[in-house]
């Protein structure tokens, strides 16, 4: 009965005029108020070998994924990076994250992942991992063909550190920020043009801190304050930008790259 009833209901609808119902697109009146889906680069460290790398971030059971993953050496003697995810999909490598105005950032962004131990505790001290210069020189090609695609930003090629300061610390201190920045790629400031200050830490003003940190994309909020969020998100932007020193703690040269970086990408 219902087959019938379907063969019937089919038969008795009225075809459509193809052409009556044709669609013209016209696109001759362009909109400027847009902007590009991808807006950030986010670099990771993976805190695994490769085997297992591959294996956490294809695995179907876990929810978590890369678009590139860089290893540590060349792979049968080819300079190769893994693609796992396609750029216009959205790999979940950021989680709960933000940065310049923008939540959830598997949303807008790009992620790769870099084969790296991360670091190990000893004896009360941290050993952070190196990363090779082959890596870094992948890194460096790859990210270039994503800025370009997209347009990105100086200041938005960052860290997961940097977009989630409270629960993650990648790449860490041993990632040549400088680098990649003297290859064309992502931010740094201007060494001649940082004053050197011998006023004490007690001068400086948190809330004007706390104002720049969130200018130049942190998420903090302004209370005026030198708490655990405001030393969380300093240490993150210390190891970013002066990875010798990355206590946390407020201090003129870390002040004085802040206002520099601030002046240098976002003065316009």
């Not at 009225?14 to 697109?25: N, Q, R, S």
Request: with cysteine; hydrophobic share 35%; aromatic share 10%.
């Amino acid at each position: 009965w219902l087959l019938k009833q379907a063969s019937l209901k089919t038969r008795n609808t009225p075809m459509l005029d193809a052409k009556k119902y044709e669609l013209i697109i016209d696109n001759k009146h362009p909109s400027p108020n847009y902007n590009q889906r991808i807006s950030t680069l986010v670099l990771h460290y993976t805190a695994l070998d490769l085997k297992t790398s591959l294996q956490v971030l294809t695995d179907p059971k876990k929810a978590v994924s890369a678009h590139y993953l860089v290893p540590e050496t060349s792979i049968n003697q080819e300079r190769k990076v893994y693609q796992l995810v396609q750029e216009d999909k959205r790999a979940y490598h950021a989680g709960k994250s933000y940065w310049q105005g923008r939540y959830n950032l598997n949303d807008s962004s790009i992620g790769i992942e870099i084969v790296n131990l991360g670091y190990q505790d000893e004896n009360g001290k941290r050993k952070w991992f190196p990363f090779s210069d082959y890596q870094i020189m992948s890194v460096i090609t790859l990210s270039k063909l994503i800025i370009d695609r997209y347009q990105i930003h100086p200041s938005c090629i960052i860290g997961h550190s940097d977009i989630a300061p409270n629960r993650k610390v990648d790449p860490g201190p041993l990632f040549p920020w400088q680098t990649l920045y003297e290859h064309g790629i992502g931010a740094w400031f201007d060494e001649n043009e940082i004053a050197i200050s011998n006023a004490t830490s007690n001068d400086i003003n948190i809330l004007s801190l706390q104002k720049d940190l969130k200018i130049y994309g942190y998420d903090i909020e302004l209370t005026g304050k030198l708490d655990i969020q405001t030393q969380t998100i300093l240490q993150a932007f210390q190891m970013h930008f002066r990875p010798k020193d990355y206590s946390g703690k407020p201090d003129f040269q870390t002040c004085a790259i802040l206002k520099n970086l601030i002046q240098k990408y976002f003065s316009k």
